[in-house]
């Protein structure tokens, strides 16, 4: 049984940063399996951020490229997101997700197949 689980959201003022960790434990087949970060802003449905394959191909949505940087830990299995340049419109619950490869490309949340519990980001003007 897969499971994910993430830390290090938090509060911040616009223009901070925070970096979200994401472990993984269970087995996963690394040369067919993706992971990838999503998130889902309050009243909205819930969008990719950055995917990532367990080769090191990185994926990123056009509203975070050049703020959020997706990254992959192989020896310990841990998916990282930092996050710089913090916008009030970046606050919502952050998932990591695990999915066959296409779900770093696409960037899809119907692609995931396991998901974790969130961890909340709020980013305050």
């Known amino acids: 049984q897969v499971q994910l689980k993430e830390s290090g959201g938090g509060s911040v003022q616009a223009g901070g940063s925070l970096r979200l960790s994401c472990t993984v434990s269970g087995y996963i087949d690394k040369d067919t399996y993706s992971m990838a970060w999503y998130r889902q802003p309050p009243g909205k449905e819930r969008e990719g951020m950055a995917g990532?394959?367990?080769?090191?191909?990185?994926n990123s949505a056009d509203s975070v490229k050049g703020r959020f940087t997706i990254s992959l830990n192989r020896a310990t299995d841990t998916m990282y997101l930092q996050m710089n340049s913090l916008k009030p419109e970046d606050t919502a619950m952050y998932y990591c997700?695990?999915?066959?490869?296409?779900?770093?490309?696409?960037?899809?949340?119907?692609?995931?197949?396991?998901w974790g519990q969130g961890t909340q980001v709020t980013v305050s003007s």
């Open positions: 990532i394959t367990f080769v090191g191909v990185t």
């Open positions: 997700a695990a999915g066959p490869r296409p779900m770093s490309e696409l960037l899809r949340p119907r692609d995931a197949l396991y």
